[in-house]
């Protein structure tokens, strides 16, 4: 079993909708959660980074951990075209593992 | 506030060939991070630093080689490139290990 599995995609939603991107992951160890952007031909950018379960909001992205379930969201509300990127989440014990990244388009 | 600069953005090497991939941060972080990218298989660790003098081998070290003679400068070095280095090379730095990473914008190298 991967340390940590993410849905490739890619997905395509029309502007204005309600994305979910998703990881679930293997190790009960694993204590530091996080989400980073990354645009294309860029490197990755931290968007969102917790460490308990629950949910973390900021602005229009919620990050949410559910422990008991190994299992990670990013919830985007109001999409935007300029939210068109590829989400890798990265989950952290001893050594931090990126999961292979969603890629998102937001049409217009 | 240049952050992480990656020096080449594009290469292209024929099999055999060696280069050195330049990456310097101006953030003072003493942990320093090589990540190369292929389709579709994420971030994979080749070698990282923990500060000027130290460093270790990551998940893919084989075929590379790394330095860090200094607190900014960490240079990958690929001796014998082959067409499975094909890949974008990401440099990293970060203040402490759970913290956030900063990424430089990436060199596209091909080995035909």
């Known amino acids: 079993q991967k340390e940590v599995e993410q849905d490739p995609g890619p997905l395509s939603v029309p502007e204005g909708a309600i994305v979910s991107l998703n990881c679930t992951y293997s190790?009960?160890?694993?204590?530091?959660f996080m989400w980073y952007r990354q645009y294309s031909r860029k490197g990755p950018e931290l968007l969102m980074y917790t460490y308990s379960s629950g949910n973390k909001e900021d602005g229009r992205f919620t990050a949410q951990v559910d422990k008991s379930s190994k299992y990670i969201s990013l919830f985007i509300r109001d999409s935007q075209p300029s939210d068109s990127a590829t989400y890798l989440c990265?989950?952290?014990?001893?050594?931090?593992?990126f999961g292979k990244g969603t890629k998102l388009t937001v049409n217009p | 506030n240049a952050g992480v600069t990656q020096t080449p953005k594009f290469r292209i090497l024929k099999i055999g060939q060696s280069m050195t991939l330049q990456c310097t941060q101006d953030m003072n972080h003493n942990y320093m991070y090589w990540y190369r990218q292929d389709p579709g298989m994420g971030l994979k660790l080749i070698y990282y630093s923990v500060g000027a003098g130290i460093t270790d081998k990551g998940e893919v070290p084989n075929g590379y080689n790394v330095s860090r003679s200094t607190t900014e400068d960490f240079p990958l070095r690929l001796e014998l490139a082959a067409p499975s280095q094909t890949s974008v090379y990401f440099c990293?730095?970060?203040?402490?290990?759970?913290?956030?990473?900063?990424f430089g914008s990436g060199t596209q190298l091909s080995v035909l």
């Open positions: 990265a989950i952290r014990a001893e050594k931090l593992v």
């Open positions: 990293a730095s970060s203040y402490q290990t759970i913290r956030e990473l900063f």
């Open positions: 190790n009960s160890a694993f204590q530091y």
